[in-house]
């Protein structure tokens, strides 16, 4: 290992780094050649981390720009005072990870895990070669031209964030659910599709901040200075349309007599339809029989509905958003035009419905918004995904054969074809 004199930094290269790795992944693994990795007040710019299990590591008060943590593991690890701009946490998982007075500017964070972590204090670490390692909560930090920090996607459930500063920082379709961003300056922060049910913002500032289609539900913004706000589309605790209350007949009495529908080829009962209601605080459906169920522009946000089945039914324009449709029976349902970010289809059936005749009905999700959905091992055999949003999907050994993705939007999207 190299000392710099000057910087009183720490300096080693790459292959220094991966013997500290492979001691910490030995001390993890309880191995006797193990060894914490405690790395305070190194300079680690430009190197990567990119796989490791650094889970427990120290890094404090380390310089750490453009290093990557790609799907690293940092849970529970010390990142206190560090300088991370520009750094890649790209699907790494940071799980009650230490970032107090961490500087984060411009840090890739899209798909990573935060859950519970301490982003407290509006304090940055920055260093300076006269002065050191310093901190600052000055928001003229900001005008550097590195940017927010992009969380797109990531999982930032029960974080602390009070006194953050995130000028301009990216969290669309990021969970912030039950986080507490108290005093918090978001201005110019990108929240489109975020969730923020249970988030507490109060006295932040939220100057030009896009909240188009975020979830609002419980989510406290008392004394918080909302100025050129867009508030279009969210989720709050106001129902968005009809209610389970508002049905002629209780929910239970319509799926009964939907099922007679369906046993008696329609000559009895009556076809369930739930079309332009909110059914958030619905009683759970999961596992129900829904075969040819109708439900246009139905919200049901959050639910889960594994092991559903639902052949045929017509749930075009629905809010979908971060239900979970595990182990169900989805042939021939037509999902089209539906926002469905961060859905979970794992071994789900989507491949078509046959009738006799040979007439055939394809699984549809043509125009759908499908940013972070997840179809690990699911049958997908013909659906039509023409036009989707794929952005960040997850097909990982899912039965593709003949699916339609024409002109379908498939950023970062993973798909491994079968064999």
């Not at 909560?137 to 964030?161: C, F, I, P, Q, Y």
């Not at 046993?263 to 009556?270: F, I, R």
């Not at 059914?279 to 946000?301: D, F, H, I, K």
């Amino acid at each position: 290992m190299a000392k710099d004199k000057t910087e009183a930094f720490t300096v080693i290269d790459q292959s220094e780094l991966d013997e500290i790795i492979a001691k910490h992944v030995a001390y993890k693994g309880g191995r006797s050649n193990g060894t914490r990795a405690i790395l305070q007040h190194y300079d680690l710019s430009g190197l990567s981390f990119k796989n490791s299990d650094m889970s427990n590591a120290d890094f404090t008060s380390s310089i750490m720009v453009e290093t990557s943590f790609e799907r690293c593991k940092l849970d529970y690890a010390v990142l206190y005072a560090c300088d991370l701009r520009k750094a890649n946490f790209s699907h790494a998982s940071l799980v009650r990870a230490d970032l107090r007075g961490a500087c984060l500017r411009g840090a890739i964070m899209a798909g990573a895990n935060l859950s519970e972590a301490d982003l407290r204090e509006g304090s940055y670490a920055t260093y300076d070669p006269d002065k050191g390692l310093t901190f600052t909560s000055d928001s003229d930090v900001w005008k550097e031209g590195t940017g927010g920090v992009d969380m797109r996607g990531a999982n930032l459930g029960s974080v602390k964030l009070s006194g953050a500063i995130a000028i301009n920082s990216n969290f669309e379709d990021a969970n912030l659910s039950k986080s507490t961003i108290i005093r918090g300056n978001l201005n110019g922060a990108n929240l489109t599709g975020a969730n923020l049910a249970g988030a507490d913002l109060s006295q932040c500032e939220l100057k030009n901040v896009n909240l188009r289609g975020a979830n609002l539900t419980g989510t406290m913004m008392d004394f918080s200075n909302l100025d050129n706000v867009d508030l279009s589309g969210t989720l709050t605790d106001k129902p968005m349309g009809l209610t389970v209350g508002d049905l002629k007949i209780p929910l239970d009495e319509m799926i009964k007599s939907h099922q007679i529908w369906i046993k008696s080829q329609g000559e009895e009962g009556q076809r369930i339809d739930l079309s332009d209601h909110d059914l958030r605080n619905a009683p759970s459906l999961s596992g129900a029989n829904l075969t040819m169920m109708v439900a246009e522009r139905a919200v049901w946000y959050g639910h889960d509905l594994s092991n559903i089945s639902l052949q045929a039914a017509t749930l075009k324009g629905g809010d979908f958003r971060h239900c979970t449709f595990n182990n169900s029976d989805l042939r021939g349902t037509n999902f089209s035009k539906s926002t469905m970010v961060g859905t979970k289809f794992s071994k789900s059936r989507l491949e078509p419905l046959f009738f006799e005749g040979g007439r055939m009905l394809k699984t549809c999700f043509a125009g759908a918004n499908l940013r972070y959905s997840d179809f690990t091992n699911a049958v997908l055999r013909d659906a039509d995904f023409s036009d989707a949003d794929l952005s960040f999907a997850n097909f990982i050994g899912a039965d593709i054969t003949g699916a339609d993705f024409s002109r379908a939007v498939m950023h970062d999207t993973k798909i491994r074809p079968l064999g």
